[in-house]
């Protein structure tokens, strides 16, 4: 369900508003641009579905720089660009003067004179603050080590097609709390009016300021945030159940402390016994059955993983004919 009809008379007051902004964290936009952005998400999805052209960005073109390797964001960006006309470069930073010593700022100002917006997936979140800050075209976070907003549209994008709403459902999150997407589900949850729950061990909570910022939002909003270290407390009547994996890219070194920290933490049947019976599950991707999460789970009834993993295209199609059109 869309709620295309209630941005009908303001739609264009809202294209004005977000073109040529950046797309960093959710915390950044308002609720009522995200549920834009979201209606945009399902037309397009309508659009490439009927086979119906719509070259919103001829002409245009994104540069992408990949500084953590991808499959998803990869794929979707370039495809997501070329379904709406333009073209899309991939440069790795192996292969561009960044790698080599060029300062972030510079690359701004360079990679602005050519192309009409950037896409960066990289680790440290300052790097993309300060491509954006130097930048004179959109820059969109592909992924840092602190959040990964495009992931979190595409989640929320899923639970609307599932659900037919997204105020006033309970999402949980289980595991690494102290990640991108534990911090990104809860900026975009309480913009658009579920509450959540995470259920991280000591140690794994989520990042203090950015906990703090959602509570506070979450008053705005009226949304109950819970953090925890009780995954049995956090996915008691969840609606959506959510969780990824337990050692993200850079802290291999980590490893076997990690997989001795979350156990207990897995989602598998027993626990998500807990959530409501028409539950649903979501995951990222890619995901380590047996470790984060059983396979009965993720290739269960309940999963929609793969519709997931789809909706990048959607809704970062979205974002990029909104911010670059």
């Known amino acids: ?15 004005a508003k977000l073109q040529g902004k950046s797309f960093l964290s959710l915390s950044e936009f308002q609720s009522e641009e995200l549920f834009y952005l979201l209606d945009v ?9 009927q086979g119906k052209p ?39 930073s192996k292969d561009i003067q960044l790698g080599r010593g060029e300062s972030i700022s510079d690359t701004a100002k360079v990679l602005s004179r050519y192309v009409d917006g950037l896409m960066i997936r990289t680790f440290a979140h300052d790097s993309v603050k300060e491509l954006a800050e130097n930048a004179t075209v ?23 097609e599932h659900k037919g709403k ?3 459902l309970k999402m949980c999150y289980i595991g690494d709390g102290n990640n991108n997407m534990a911090h990104s589900l809860m900026e975009g949850a309480v913009k658009v009016g579920m509450h959540i729950s995470v259920a991280s061990p000591k140690g794994y909570e989520p ?7 959602v509570k506070e939002e979450a008053g705005k909003t009226g949304c109950v945030v819970e953090v925890t ?6 996915v008691e009547q969840a609606d959506v159940v959510v969780t990824d994996v337990w050692t993200s890219m850079g802290q291999e070194e980590e490893t076997l402390k990690r997989l001795e920290a979350f156990q207990g933490y897995q989602v598998n049947e027993k626990l998500c016994s807990k959530a409501k019976s028409d539950y649903i599950f979501l995951h990222c991707l890619p995901a380590h059955r047996g470790e984060e999460v059983t396979a009965d789970i993720i290739d269960g009834p309940h999963s929609v993983v793969f519709d997931e993993a789809e ?11 909104v911010l670059m059109g």
């Open 1 to 15: 369900m869309s709620h295309a009809l209630s941005f009908k008379n303001t739609a264009h007051l809202l294209d």
């Open 138 to 160: 959109p820059v969109i976070n592909g992924l840092t080590d602190l959040h990964h907003p495009t992931q979190v549209m595409a989640d929320l994008l899923t639970i609307l």
């Open 229 to 234: 270290d009780d995954p049995w407390k956090a």
């Open 41 to 49: 998400a399902v037309e397009l999805k309508k659009l490439q579905k």
């Open 311 to 321: 909706n990048r295209l959607h809704a970062q199609k979205a974002i990029l004919k």
């Open 166 to 168: 997204l105020t006033g």
């Open 54 to 92: 719509h070259p919103y960005l001829s002409g245009k073109v994104l540069g992408m720089i990949f500084e953590k390797s991808s499959t998803r964001t990869r794929v979707s960006f370039e495809v997501g660009m070329l379904q709406l006309g333009g073209h899309a470069i991939f440069l790795s």
């Open 207 to 213: 990042n203090g300021e950015i906990t703090a910022a």
